[in-house]
Nanobody, 125 residues
Framework: QVQLAESGGGLVQTGGSLRLACVAS????????MAWFRQAPGKEREFVAA???????FYADSVKGRFTISRDNAKKTVYLQMNRLEPEDTAVYYC???????????????????WGQGTQVAVSS
């Protein structure tokens, strides 16, 4: 079993940067595929980025070129570096994990069995 805990959210101005971190517990992290999702008020949870245990990386079109996902298996941590933030990026950001992956479902929230509690990101205009 894997437990996830996010940190790093906060309030920034448009154009600013934040780095989110997600620390995992459990031995399964090294072989888990990890992702970030976000949910804004009144909207469905949406995919942001994912990184598989083998290092394959995927991004939502809306964040390509601005966000970078990475992982440190020794620290059991996955990061989301967010640059050039926009008000539309305001949301609660969730870390998620799964024991396997397929390209077809990498962006599907229901395919992830492990979730953190979320961290709030607010971008002011």
């Amino acid at each position: 079993q894997v437990q996830l805990a996010e940190s790093g959210g906060g309030l920034v101005q448009t154009g600013g940067s934040l780095r989110l971190a997600c620390v995992a517990s459990g031995r399964a992290f090294r072989t888990a595929s990890m992702a970030w999702f976000r949910q804004a008020p009144g909207k469905e949870r949406e995919f942001v980025a994912a990184i598989t245990w083998g290092g394959n990386i995927f991004y939502a079109d809306s964040v390509k070129g601005r966000f970078t996902i990475s992982r440190d298996n020794a620290k059991k941590t996955v990061y989301l570096q967010m640059n050039r933030l926009e008000p539309e990026d305001t949301a609660v950001y969730y870390c998620a994990g799964r024991s396997s992956w397929s390209k077809a479902t990498i962006m599907t929230p229901n395919e992830y069995g492990y979730w953190g509690q979320g961290t709030q990101v607010a971008v002011s205009s």
